[in-house]
């Protein structure tokens, strides 16, 4: 067993290997305070040569009993991961990815396992940390290490991996891989801070990466790892030159094409002609054939950009395409738009909903409850496609969270806004960044359903092409050039900062200077957005759609809560069924009332007060006799609350009697006259009457 152990940031850190899941070609037992996971990496023995992409994959689990937890639900096992679970794996994936060699096809597999979760430490960024590890140690060809970092801000400090309660009053959540050196992985969300602090976060982590690719490199060092020895998967150099030759000058006119669908089907012909012409000296190669041809479309696509100054559908670097912004498109929903950005296009739809519609979430952290939902769905016909359906992926989920934590900080507050809020955005067409698609039709589509939101927010992909000397960044990315680029950068923001931030590469690392540039070029375009979709609608429609529920808070005694239950639920159902309504109930006294119409919302909330309400001096009161004694009756003015109306206050003149004037069970107008602090209510009838009655 080697192993190595440090203070890092102020919490034990360390990492061992060659004690658990010795098996695997490379384990790690990677722990931080009294957060620990094991990450194992395998490595098939022999390649896939019929594959034309490095199979990878990258799993995250945590396990129930890592905080002392049983899974709910009937199996009491963990199921299918999580949205957290899967956002986890993909930052670890999307951190080791771009590091493997081109031509590497054996199949990689690393499994995340979290073992012990102490409530305070992520346990997500570790996973980064390990996975590099744990690729190191099994001597797999992989260009790391790098490590993982999470940064906040509170106040004018930056903090490295805030716990759990610092996350809380972070204006700033940043998940960052890299070496030290260079930048391999963004991802994270913001309380519309600037780019000036978005710079200074990444800086701020340079160091503590560093620290954490030292300790690896020490660690491998004790462990005397082996590089594993592969044999790449290569294209035949007459193959490729004969497929260059046929195909060279038909895939240059075809780039020249502007539509999407008509370049597309031009490629796949000339792939099948080429396929055709080479049969007879290159059978069985049709997939290789493809390959190359593509291959040479994504070198001339750049060549193109860098001889000519322009991208490949004639715009500018910095030139975003035709935008149009339609909302209220659909009668029946409570909040619809259509966003339409060159070719890409989503359709997003808010629907309200009670505090019933909230999801529950149980998980490492314990149970709550989420108010604000956005669903991504990326149907096979928004590229032209025939798959069948089978529910989201990884990607569908991961963009759908993205477009959330854009849209999340915008949003009003429970008690200003008291519903639940659920947002699906149908991409009815793609060709390059359909998630930020979402994000701009997310927020047409709030106020057109008339949630408060502050402002607009907006979203923009950003792509690069770098050469040897020349670096080029293009605004709004279309398919090929995020295929054939180097960096997939999307930032999403209002007028007045940035909300939420990713970024991958494909190329090993990526330094400050292009960073800042790609983040002021974003910028620029945001705003460019933001007056088109205001053009479209300015602020949030004055009223919720008639479809919708209507939902009201307010607050009550929460001595009162008994009495408005009833036995078994009595009193609260009969005000339910009364007045069509639901009735939320928290601890502190705070309803939250919904119903169909604002009419029964109202029947509903009086009903409520009717039920809740507590006597106040000398305000009157319809009352009914419940006893009668010599000295005067007791009469019930609100439900649980009688007051003595003394003989004395009965009439102006005097009674000798009480059942003379009163009944048990009568009906009696009366004033409160006086109360103490013991409860005590003193009634008056006189008072009411004139002084001959």
């Known amino acids: 067993m080697q192993s190595v152990e440090v203070e890092f940031s102020g919490r034990l850190f360390s990492m061992e290997t060659g004690r658990f899941a010795k098996q695997a070609d490379g384990s790690i037992l990677i722990r931080y ?43 009491k096992r963990e199921g299918r991961p999580q949205t957290r679970e899967i956002i986890s794996a993909r930052i670890t994936d999307r951190s080791i990815r771009p590091l493997f060699p081109d031509d590497f096809r054996y199949e990689v597999q690393v499994d995340i396992g979290v073992i012990s979760f102490d409530q305070e430490n992520d346990a997500d960024i570790l996973g980064i940390t390990g996975a590099s590890a744990a690729l190191l140690v099994a001597g797999i060809p992989f260009e790391g290490p790098i490590g993982g970092v999470r940064i906040g801000k509170i106040g004018d400090n930056y903090i490295l991996n805030p716990t759990l309660s610092e996350k809380e009053e972070s204006e700033l959540e940043l998940v960052i891989a890299g070496n030290g050196t260079d930048i391999i992985m963004v991802e994270g969300e913001a309380r519309e801070v600037s780019e000036e602090t978005i710079l200074g976060a990444l800086k701020f982590a340079m160091p503590y990466l560093k620290e954490l690719v030292n300790i690896q490199e020490e660690l491998v060092k004790k462990t005397k790892a082996r590089q594993m020895k592969y044999e790449p998967v290569e294209v035949p150099k007459e193959l490729y030159k004969a497929v260059e030759k046929k195909a060279e000058k038909d895939i240059e006119k075809c780039l020249k094409i502007r539509s999407k669908i008509e370049r597309g089907a031009s490629l796949k012909q000339i792939v099948n002609d080429v396929i055709e012409k080479l049969a007879e000296d290159f059978p069985e190669s049709e997939q290789q054939i493809s390959d190359i041809v593509y291959e040479i479309e994504g070198i001339l696509m750049r060549e193109h950009i860098f001889k000519n ?57 314990g149970e709550s409850w989420k108010s604000f939902m956005l669903h991504y769905n990326f149907p096979a016909f928004s590229v ?42 149908d991409i009815l067409e793609s060709n390059g960044s359909s998630s930020m698609a979402t994000v701009c039709a997310g927020s047409l589509a709030l106020m057109d359903a008339a949630v408060p939101i502050k402002t607009a927010v907006a979203g923009l992909a950003l792509g690069l092409i ?3 000397k020349e670096v080029v960044i293009l605004s709004d990315i279309m398919g090929e050039e995020d295929h054939h680029g180097d960096m997939d950068f999307k930032v ?23 960073m800042e540039k790609a983040l002021y070029q974003a910028q620029e375009g945001r705003m460019k957005i933001l007056d088109i979709m205001n053009s479209a609608i300015q602020k949030p429609r004055d009223d919720i759609s008639m479809y919708a529920p209507r939902i009201q808070t307010m607050k009550i005694n929460p001595e009162k809560i008994g009495g408005l239950i009833g036995t078994g639920g009595k009193v609260i159902r009969a005000i339910q069924e009364d007045s069509n309504s639901n ?13 169909k119409t604002k009419e ?94």
């Open 600 to 693: 029964d919302l109202n029947k509903a909330i009086q009903l409520i007060k009717d039920a809740t309400e507590e006597p106040e001096l000398n305000k009157v009161y319809s009352g009914v006799v419940k006893t009668i004694t010599n000295f005067g009756a007791f009469v019930e003015i609100l439900p649980g609350y009688e007051g003595l109306l003394h003989i004395s206050e009965i009439e102006h003149k005097r009674t000798t009697s009480v059942e003379s004037v009163l009944k048990v069970g009568q009906q009696v107008d009366v004033k409160v006259i006086g109360m103490d602090d013991n409860g005590k209510i003193r009634l008056s009838r006189k008072a009411l009457l004139k002084k001959d009655q």
């Open 384 to 425: 032209g496609e025939i798959k069948p359906n089978r529910g989201p992926g990884r990607r569908e989920i991961g963009h759908g969270v993205l477009a959330e934590r854009a849209l999340q900080g915008i949003l009003p507050k429970e008690d200003v806004f008291p519903y639940t809020i659920r947002i699906v955005s």
């Open 309 to 365: 100054n322009e991208r490949i559908d004639g715009r500018k670097f910095n030139e975003i395409r035709d935008i149009s912004c339609e909302i209220g498109l659909l009668p029946r929903t409570h909040g619809s738009a259509l966003f339409t950005r060159g070719e890409t296009q989503s359709l997003s739809v808010v629907t309200l909903g009670t505090k019933l519609d909230e999801k529950r979430i149980e998980d490492l952290e």
């Open 33 to 75: 305070g009294d957060t620990m996971l094991i990450v194992t990496a395998c490595v098939s023995d022999e390649p896939k040569t019929d594959y034309n992409f490095f199979p990878l994959t990258v799993d995250y689990r945590e396990k129930a009993y890592a905080a002392g937890k049983i899974p709910g639900g009937f199996f």
């Open 466 to 468: 770098k050469g040897e």
């Open 583 to 595: 009735i939320a109930i928290e601890d502190d006294g705070t309803l939250t009332v919904s119903a």
């Open 492 to 514: 999403a923001g209002t007028k007045d900062g940035i909300t939420a931030f990713q970024m991958d590469i494909k190329i090993t690392g990526l330094d400050f200077d292009i």
